[in-house]
């Protein structure tokens, strides 16, 4: 009887522990004195000589050990961040009745970004519907368009303003990403019932449908890569690396075909978090060069494991994670990896703001590739806000707070050593 009691005791204890320190997670964050200045300062002008546009390049890029480099070894630092919406239920980027594409192209260069994530599905490129005109009301010109025109317009938007683009498989069901929907877990999805998935294709359909979208960019140079499948996973390690790489080889190398001077871009497995199969079985392409490996990196990350999610670690906990996920890759000068997706909300949390901290500081410290999600400040689906945003609803006015201030200087790390690498 004591001994049932005692444990009882024991177990209230632990629960109550787990408690408050969750609870803690979500008190909110007061912004620092760096964060109110730069919001009271404004952006600082973008750096024109960073944009594929610049003199300075000479395409097409290459990868050169940890580095993206042009025809002259000049480093392109992918300073990036994620359009999203084509991927999703409406089939178009978001903002597309707000916004003129171009004025929206305009706005991410004049925060800096010199290159853009954009996002597709595979049900996108299957129905390739006429887009409801209400959705382009700011795009009036692009009335009476299908999905697949309307995406090629964007690209040619962002891509006139000198900005590089990187299209992304992101799912193959026209929805949010990512759940536990296994239909969407992997780039194909034909071992499963048939009942099972409202949408279903074989892996050859999905590089059918890779080349189908990249075939209307072989003539824009800077239509830099191809993002070949956003956060691949499994159960209980049911996605292997060695899987996951032979598909990405079957289709980097039908895409490099048609042109081979795109890079191939690679996330890790369980869902863009683990690249360390690489060190034993880089990915191979029939093109030397062509790979860059992709990890994303957000707050509920580390999830399971004993040190925790990443919103709980301390910095060295969080920095020999990121080594042993990825960052090997970098700082043992094998391979480039973007770190294609992470974000925070703009009223974070104290889980959130040390999640974003260690992060960023990390990330500076390596002078790391990196692509923010997302630029969209409503979410396709009932108009949504989305909170990790870094535009107000009208698709021009920057969110001056603590991301874009960490951004801005992200933008900048290392451009005295790249220079001093570049020319050496």
Request: aromatic share 10%; glycine share 8%.
């Amino acid at each position: 009887m004591y001994i049932l009691l005692l444990s009882a005791l024991i177990a209230s204890g632990f629960f109550l522990h787990l408690y408050r320190a969750e609870a803690a997670l979500s008190i909110p964050w007061v912004p620092d004195r760096s964060a109110r200045l730069f919001s009271q300062r404004g952006l600082p002008p973008p750096l024109d000589d960073t944009f594929l546009s610049s003199p300075e390049y000479r395409l097409p890029l290459r990868t050169r050990g940890r580095d993206i480099v042009d025809q002259q070894g000049r480093r392109f630092k992918l300073s990036s961040v994620n359009w999203y919406g084509a991927s999703d239920e409406l089939f178009i980027p978001g903002g597309l009745d707000v916004c003129h594409r171009d004025e929206i192209a305009r706005t991410i260069r004049r925060m800096g970004f010199n290159s853009v994530r954009l996002p597709y599905s595979d049900e996108m490129v299957m129905t390739n519907p006429t887009i409801l005109p209400h959705l382009l009301s700011a795009n009036r010109d692009l009335v009476g368009s299908r999905a697949l025109d309307v995406l090629e317009a964007v690209v040619e938007a962002l891509t006139a303003q000198g900005i590089a683009v990187i299209v992304n498989n992101h799912i193959t069901s026209a929805t949010w990403c990512c759940g536990a929907d296994p239909c969407d877990a992997g780039w194909a999805n034909d071992h499963l019932p048939p009942m099972m998935c409202r949408v279903r294709q074989t892996e050859e359909q999905w590089v059918q449908h890779w080349e189908e979208v990249m075939r209307r960019f072989v003539g824009n140079p800077l239509v830099v890569g191809a993002d070949l499948r956003n956060e691949v996973r499994g159960v209980w390690g049911t996605m292997t690396w060695d899987m996951w790489a032979r598909a990405a080889e079957r289709a980097g190398n039908a895409l490099l075909k048609l042109n081979k001077d795109w890079l191939i871009i690679v996330g890790g497995t369980e869902s863009g978090n683990d690249l360390t199969g690489v060190a034993k079985r880089p990915v191979v392409l029939d093109v030397p060069d062509r790979v860059v490996y992709s990890a994303h990196v957000y707050s509920w990350s580390g999830w399971g494991s004993l040190e925790g999610r990443y919103s709980k670690r301390t910095y060295p906990s969080f920095v020999q994670a990121m080594r042993r996920n990825w960052a090997y890759l970098v700082e043992g000068d094998i391979a480039p990896v973007w770190v294609g997706e992470f974000g925070a909300p703009d009223k974070p949390g104290q889980g959130d703001a040390n999640y974003w901290a260690n992060l960023l500081r990390y990330l500076k410290a390596i002078d790391a590739d990196f692509g923010y999600w997302a630029i969209n400040p409503r979410k396709p689906k009932d108009n949504e806000q989305e909170t990790y945003s870094l535009v107000e609803d009208d698709w021009v006015t920057p969110v001056l707070d603590y991301r874009m201030k960490d951004l801005t200087e992200l933008m900048r790390a290392g451009r005295k050593l790249v220079k001093e690498r570049d020319y050496a």
